[in-house]
């Protein structure tokens, strides 16, 4: 069975930077590489947001929030997804999850990745 596992979280300061890392596995190489990702992430009480979109063709797209902020990347060869964040604020603080997309095709959510930003 396909599944996602995030991980690199951590508590940073405002300013800092953190890399998170989404392992794809239960499918091909060949299969990985044609599945648009994206980074999700969701903060007590809201509703989980995108975050970022890696696509099969076409451009990368972000949320206006992290724009120039974050950065999408993946290697197929690995089957693994990244996210780049710098310039952390105290509301990026969530827990960060990836899958795929349109989430009407989404694997089984993982355990997430906590991201905490605080002084």
């Known amino acids: 069975q396909a599944q996602v596992v995030e991980s690199g979280g951590g508590l940073v300061q405002p300013g800092g930077s953190l890399r998170l890392t989404c392992v794809a596995s239960g499918m091909s190489r060949d299969i990985f590489k044609i599945i648009p990702m994206a980074w999700f992430r969701q903060s007590p009480g809201l509703e989980r947001e995108l975050v970022a979109v890696?696509?099969?063709?076409?451009?990368?797209t972000y949320a206006d929030s992290v724009k120039g902020r974050f950065t999408i990347s993946r290697d197929n060869d690995e089957k693994t997804t990244y996210l780049q964040m710098t310039d952390l604020r105290p509301d990026d603080t969530a827990v960060y999850y990836c899958n795929r997309v349109p989430l009407t095709s989404a694997y089984p959510w993982g355990q997430g990745t906590q991201v905490t930003v605080s002084a």
């Open positions: 890696y696509p099969r063709n076409g451009a990368v």
